[in-house]
């Protein structure tokens, strides 16, 4: 875990760090994961990229590389699918407390 010591006890310039969690999926397989974890009912369908055109030309396959920011912050890095768990669960909870 970083913190805040180990932040500062660093003689940091600006530089970019690429972070996302391990693993990977595209936006169908997040979307049947929320699905699932939310234990909601409904009928996912992939769709192609040229079936949902947008303004901005997009690459076909892009995985960022988080070695850096691994190695500088000597990080271990959660699964997406762990971490949106934890997210969705802390979500529930917190509607379920502010209706209270």
């Known amino acids: 875990m970083v913190t805040s010591e180990k932040l500062n006890s660093k003689n940091l310039t600006t530089e970019v760090y690429h972070y996302s969690n ?11 994961e929320i699905v699932n974890i939310s234990g909601l009912k409904c009928n996912i369908k992939p769709i192609n990229t040229k079936d949902y ?3 901005a ?4 396959y892009v ?38």
């Open 57 to 60: 030309e997009r690459p076909k």
């Open 63 to 100: 995985v960022m590389s988080k070695k850096k920011i691994i190695q500088e912050f000597d990080l271990k890095i959660n699964f997406w699918q762990d971490s949106l768990k934890h997210c969705i669960t802390n979500l529930s909870e917190s509607s379920t407390m502010s209706k209270e």
């Open 53 to 55: 055109p947008t303004q």
């Open 22 to 32: 391990e693993g990977k999926c595209s936006w169908y397989d997040f979307t049947k």
